[in-house]
């Protein structure tokens, strides 16, 4: 499947060059650009296939599937636009502001905040929607303080509070021999504000016990904040946003076909300067090679 996969695709290809070898150079960088798509589309997706055979497990933090990327987030995207995700953007904001039925945020009468989780495989989605989110409500006077935390497979508690407290009061932190302390101090700076806090790149751990001890630590200090408050958890599995107590955890579907072709030819012509017949030319090479990727993953 790889291969004939790879070959038709190359064969589109083959004939654009053909079409646009007499063009100028922008046409050859735009060829180049989709070139190079392709081949890291068909990686990808070998790895994706990986997490539908038989027997895996997408809980598996060994799975190569579910270890794409060690890139370290922020609240700041590489775009500011977003493909194929406004029905889950505007879902999540609903739930922010407590005006959705569709879905239960997690929340009780003793806890001032409560929990919104988004699940979906590696390069889903997930981050650039919270990434969105997170602007669209910064824009707003809702909440008192944000806190954008990317937490990672492997982290330390007292590291993620101290970030916390670098967000939360807007001053560099120094170093906090002692946890109680630094969370203590933290609780202080939440204490009455009604806040939005992203968790970024949530993991199941292999030490199930070990790990929910520490996710529950994590989130401790909340309690001292003001009713109302937000927390918006991302993350590849499920099983990791519900051990956080997230209720309904909201899995991030995949694009289709037309939102994968629009998002695919953005970044491929990336604001190229093209005649109607080269972008037509182009358009119909990219919608050969979206309806194979698609088919593909």
């Not at 946003?241 to 970044?267: C, V």
Request: charged share 25%; with cysteine.
């Amino acid at each position: 499947m790889q291969v004939i996969y790879e070959s038709r695709t190359k064969s589109a290809l083959d004939r654009a060059k053909h079409i646009i070898s007499r063009k100028a150079p922008k046409l050859k960088k735009v060829l180049n650009k989709l070139e190079k798509l392709v081949e890291e589309g068909s990686r990808f997706s070998a790895l994706l296939a990986s997490t539908t055979s038989s027997g895996s497990n997408v809980n598996d933090t060994s799975n190569p599937a579910n270890n794409v990327t060690k890139i370290v987030t922020t609240s700041s995207g590489p775009t500011q636009i977003i493909f194929g995700r406004d029905k889950e953007r505007d879902e999540i904001i609903r739930l922010l502001h407590g005006t959705s039925s569709n879905f239960d945020p997690s929340s009780s009468n003793s806890n001032c905040y409560s929990m919104i989780a988004i699940y979906g495989i590696a390069g889903s989605g997930k981050t650039t929607l919270a990434q969105h989110v997170y602007a669209y409500e910064k824009m707003g006077n809702y909440f008192d303080l944000f806190m954008w935390i990317h937490v990672s497979q492997s982290f330390s508690v007292g590291k993620v509070f101290q970030e916390m407290l670098e967000a939360a009061s807007g001053e560099p932190s120094h170093e906090f021999c002692n946890l109680n302390t630094l969370q203590e101090k933290l609780e202080g700076k939440l204490k009455c504000k009604r806040y939005f806090l992203v968790l970024d790149d949530i993991w199941a751990g292999k030490d199930v016990g070990v790990h929910e001890y520490k996710l529950n630590q994590l989130l401790s200090p909340l309690e001292s904040g003001k009713k109302g408050s937000m927390v918006l958890v991302t993350t590849q599995f499920k099983d990791a946003a519900k051990s956080l107590g997230a209720h309904g955890p909201m899995r991030i579907p995949d694009l289709n076909e037309t939102d994968l072709f629009d998002l695919f030819m953005h970044f491929a012509l990336d604001g190229a300067n093209l005649d109607a017949q080269e972008l037509e030319t182009f358009q119909m090479i990219g919608k050969q090679i979206v309806k194979k990727l698609k088919g593909h993953i």
